[in-house]
């Protein structure tokens, strides 16, 4: 059984950095995707960033791009979102989950890591 776990949430002012991370443990296969979610209070969850292995493309939602980088180690068991610039607007619960690839279903999730962007 595939299990994620993000990690690297915090409490940051508005400019900061935070770095997620979400480790996976269990069946990985070949070609598979990350993608990074959050959820904010009373909003709908959106789509942040993802990266597949397929061909290690990566996309990122309009609202991050510029800001925020995800990439992957090279044992390909880690996946990391490095923010940076953070605004309020970015406070949320971050998710990981696990696809086929990008834009595809997503099986399995992590419980989330919260990120929170105060003065």
């Known amino acids: 059984q595939l299990q994620l776990v993000e990690s690297g949430g915090g409490l940051v002012q508005p400019g900061g950095s935070l770095r997620l991370s979400c480790a996976a443990s269990g069946v990985v296969s070949d070609y598979y995707a990350i993608g990074w979610f959050r959820q904010a209070p009373g909003k709908d969850r959106e789509a942040v960033s993802c990266?597949?292995?397929?061909?290690?493309?990566?996309r990122y939602a309009d609202s991050v791009k510029g800001r925020f980088i995800i990439s992957r180690d090279n044992a390909e068991t880690t996946v990391y979102l490095q923010m940076n610039n953070l605004k309020p607007e970015d406070t949320a619960i971050y998710y990981c989950?696990?696809?086929?690839?990008?834009?595809?279903?997503?099986?399995?999730w992590g419980r989330g890591t919260q990120v929170t962007v105060s003065s």
């Open positions: 989950a696990r696809a086929g690839w990008c834009g595809g279903e997503y099986s399995y």
């Open positions: 990266i597949q292995t397929r061909d290690n493309s990566a």
